[in-house]
């Protein structure tokens, strides 16, 4: 979702329907992860439900271990884990389908000819020269976003196939990497989500209907 102005330049954004249903998708998908990813790491967290599993056990007339409360309260992290790892390859399609998606888009819609255009764009004005580098600025932060979600997405699924020989030895690493990708990739969703909003009150205004609807009219 990029902003822009009305200005001569033709910076303003065109999208295919493809793109619109894969950015609405990945928000989804990503949003999912997030809820999990917190709930994983609060309610669900194994050391502290272990005492209420034993409490509740016990006003039911049933005494339980500590191992045992802790076996069913792993249970239950394990289960919001799974959900988490779904979602993870889930995003890890949505990653190659965004490739596939640029390799089909019509060649004036490719983000690499509009970067290429924009670079070449020279005026005398200093708006539109202001205008091209907010342009420029939005869309290399746009490939740091995929390059993050590529790293998010080969991490993820190297800890999803723990058991493989070659992936047992690099575990955490993997692990770490893979968790501080994954809250920039939900940094970024911060980002852009207040970034959109000083947009559509400012003066880049219909961001949000032009990924709706596939053009930004602007005013």
């Not at 069913?72 to 389908?97: C, N, P, Q, R, T």
């Not at 970024?188 to 596939?214: P, Q, W």
Request: hydrophobic letters at 45%.
């Amino acid at each position: 979702m990029i902003t822009s102005s009305p200005s001569p330049i033709g910076f303003i954004q065109k999208h295919s329907l493809s793109i619109r249903l894969w950015h609405w998708i990945t928000y989804l998908t990503l949003s999912a992860s997030l809820v999990t990813v917190l709930l994983g790491s609060t309610l669900f967290k194994t050391k502290d439900n272990v005492a209420m599993i034993q409490e509740q056990m016990q006003q039911k007339g049933v005494m339980v271990t500590k191992d045992q409360a802790r076996a069913v309260a792993h249970e239950y992290s394990d289960k919001m884990w799974d959900a988490h790892k779904i979602i993870g390859f889930v995003l890890s399609g949505l990653f190659l389908l965004r490739l596939f998606i640029e390799m089909g888009q019509p060649t004036e819609e490719k983000i690499s000819v509009k970067i290429k255009k924009a670079l070449a764009f020279q005026s005398s004005q200093l708006a539109e020269n202001n205008e091209k580098k907010h342009y420029l600025l939005v869309k290399r932060v746009y490939i740091l976003f995929y390059a993050a979600l590529f790293v998010m997405a080969l991490t993820g699924l190297g800890l999803a196939f723990e058991d493989a020989p070659f992936l047992k030895d690099i575990q955490r690493p993997i692990k770490s990497i893979h968790g501080f990708v994954q809250y920039v990739i939900y940094g970024f969703i911060l980002f852009h989500i207040v970034g959109v909003i000083l947009a559509e009150t400012g003066k880049h205004r219909g961001i949000v209907s032009g990924m709706i609807s596939g053009a930004k009219t602007d005013e």
